[in-house]
C-alpha cells in the first residue's frame, strides 16, 4: 500500500541532544513538508522540499534541519538550538510543490525531559 | 497574512444528527481549501479538496461547500455517527506568492454521543 511512514512515532530526548525524525514515502510525489502541531494551534510549517536536492525554510525553521537525498526520504533532525522541541511532528507529501493535495503520516511525538 | 478561522473550537451532538462545521479565512484569493480528519494522537487524513473554481465536493456523508467572496467555507456531515468523532481542520492554499503554502485552521473538536 502507498503511503507515509514516520519513524518513530515516539521520542524523548534529553536537553542538549540532536534527534533525527524519520519519514519515508512510496508514493511517487516530488514535494514533502515537515509541520509541527502544538495543543490547540494550528499546523505550521518548518521545512518543504519540491524536488531532490532542494529544500526551503518553512515559517518556524529555526533550530530545525533537512536533507533531502532522496526523492522517497525527508528526515527532520531537530537540533539543541531548539528551544521548545516538545511537540508533535507531521510529515507530509504532495505530487507537486505548490497545488496538489496533501497527505500525512501518522506522526512523531517528541518529547524533551 | 492569511488568517483561517473554525469556531466552534468543540462540539458534541447527538448521533444521527446532521451538522456542520464552518471555516472562514480572510483572503479570498485562494487556489484550493482541503478539509482534514484527524483522531487523537494520530496524522490527518485527507477527506475533501476543492478547487477555488468549484463550489462543492461530496463523498460519502461528507459534503464540502466553497463560497469565496465570503471567505467561508463549511463541512456537512450528514446522518452523523459515533466514529466521526475526531478533530475536523480546514486548510487553504494561496493562488499567488513564491511558496504558496497551506495555511490550516486550528480545527473544530467533534464528538457524536451514542
Known amino acids: 500500500d502507498g503511503g507515509i511512514t514516520q519513524s518513530p512515532k515516539y521520542l524523548f530526548r534529553k536537553e542538549g541532544q540532536n534527534v533525527t525524525l524519520s519519514c519515508e514515502q512510496n508514493?511517487?510525489?516530488?514535494?514533502m513538508y515537515w509541520y509541527r502541531q502544538d495543543p490547540g494551534q494550528g499546523l505550521r510549517l518548518i521545512y518543504y522540499?519540491?524536488?531532490?536536492?532542494?529544500?526551503q525554510k518553512g515559517d518556524i525553521a529555526e533550530g530545525y534541519s533537512v536533507s533531502r537525498e532522496k526523492k522517497e526520504s525527508f528526515p527532520l533532525t531537530v537540533t539543541s538550538a531548539q528551544k521548545n522541541p516538545t511537540a508533535f511532528y507531521l510529515c507530509?507529501?504532495?505530487?507537486?510543490?505548490?497545488?496538489?493535495?496533501?497527505?500525512f503520516g501518522e506522526g512523531s511525538r517528541l518529547t524533551v525531559l | 497574512k492569511q488568517e483561517v478561522t473554525q469556531i466552534p473550537a468543540a462540539l458534541s451532538v447527538p448521533e444521527g444528527e446532521n451538522l456542520v462545521l464552518n471555516c472562514s479565512f480572510t483572503?479570498?484569493?485562494?487556489?484550493?481549501l482541503q478539509w482534514f480528519r484527524q483522531d487523537p494522537g494520530k496524522g490527518l487524513t485527507s477527506l475533501l479538496l476543492?478547487?477555488?473554481?468549484?463550489r462543492e465536493q461530496t463523498s460519502g456523508r461528507l459534503n464540502a461547500s466553497l463560497d469565496k467572496s465570503s471567505g467561508r467555507s463549511t463541512l456537512y456531515i450528514a446522518a452523523s455517527q459515533p466514529g466521526d468523532s475526531a478533530t475536523y481542520l480546514c486548510?487553504?492554499?494561496?493562488?499567488?506568492?513564491?511558496?504558496?503554502?497551506?495555511?490550516f485552521g486550528s480545527g473544530t473538536q467533534l464528538t457524536v454521543l451514542p
Open positions: 507530509a507529501s504532495s505530487i507537486i510543490a505548490y497545488t496538489g493535495e496533501l497527505f
Open positions: 508514493l511517487n510525489h516530488d514535494a
Open positions: 522540499s519540491q524536488i531532490v536536492n532542494d529544500f
Open positions: 483572503d479570498s484569493a485562494i487556489y484550493n
Open positions: 476543492i478547487q477555488s473554481s468549484q
Open positions: 486548510a487553504v492554499r494561496p493562488s499567488s506568492g513564491s511558496a504558496r503554502q497551506l495555511t
